[in-house]
């Protein structure tokens, strides 16, 4: 078997770890809250609807940042609200709206920050990339020594390494400045450890699907809003609200897709010219 498979029907299913990726849902205190004109509590449950009626029930949930639009302990209680629908256990990193100590505390309760699961032959890392104050992502001396340690402690276990911001230029110019500054000490420490197979983010409100150096680079819509691939200006398009699905082996090969909630009715606020 290829390292990485791409079609979902190649997959093992019976033997595979099923995960789920949630993120950038954008939850707000308000419960009218909207965000460019869509209500994030009505997206975010349509997306769960559209996991449990596409999927089923995932084994672990990763929800990679942006939890909150208003950094609110409300919103942030509500998302443990909503994950009830799973009987998944699930892990919580922080994004640019979030308020990362707040975050951590909810997150406690919710039996949702552990930084590093290992679960059905894989590892997942999960890392902080939030800057108080600041849209773009910087990882600490102490985040990038908690990624060297891990992985050298566990090295024939296959790695999904998960964070907020993207590690890699992407084609959506206007976020060019708001990604992960250090990128480069990052990758340093990545392209040592060969068990990496994954690195996932959130923050781009896109599908993304590449590759560098063997390891797979994915990114995914958000569960409220999109933002349009391409674009050199801010820019949202009317794409359904979704989510990243995946399956793994112990083996390391892995199948992944992103799937939509293409039934939900919006009416997209296209005039913004921020979020
Ligand atoms: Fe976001």
């Not at 820019?235 to 992944?256: C, H, I, M, N, Q």
């Amino acid at each position: 078997m290829s390292a990485n498979i791409h079609a979902m029907t190649k997959i093992d299913r019976p033997l595979a770890l099923r995960v789920l990726q949630l993120t950038d849902p954008h939850l707000m205190a308000d419960p009218g809250g909207e965000l460019l004109g869509v209500n994030t509590r009505d997206s975010l449950d349509a997306v769960i609807a559209q996991v449990l009626h596409d999927h089923g029930q995932p084994d672990l949930i990763l929800a990679t940042g942006d939890i909150a639009q208003d950094a609110s302990e409300e919103a942030y209680r509500l998302f443990g609200d909503k994950l009830k629908a799973f009987r998944s256990s699930s892990v919580w990193i922080a994004g640019n709206h979030d308020d990362s100590p707040l975050l951590a505390r909810i997150a406690a309760e919710n039996r949702a920050d552990q930084r590093h699961v290992i679960q059905g032959g894989w590892q997942f890392v999960l890392l902080d990339t939030s800057v108080p104050g600041k849209v773009f992502g910087h990882l600490a001396d102490s985040e990038l020594a908690f990624l060297e340690s891990t992985l050298l402690e566990n090295p024939d276990t296959p790695a999904l390494i998960a964070l907020h911001h993207h590690p890699v230029e992407i084609d959506t110019e206007w976020m060019s400045p708001i990604g992960l500054r250090n990128r480069d000490a990052f990758w340093q420490v990545v392209d040592r450890f060969s068990q990496v197979r994954i690195v996932l983010w959130g923050h781009i409100h896109q599908d993304l699907d590449q590759s560098r150096k063997g390891v797979r680079l994915l990114a995914t819509p958000s569960t409220c809003i999109q933002f349009t691939a391409g674009s050199v200006e801010f820019s949202v398009e009317d794409k359904a609200p979704g989510y990243r699905w995946f399956e793994l082996l112990p083996s390391g090969d892995f199948a992944t897709e992103v799937s939509r909630a293409t039934d939900f009715a919006f009416e997209l606020n296209c005039n913004s010219s921020g979020y």
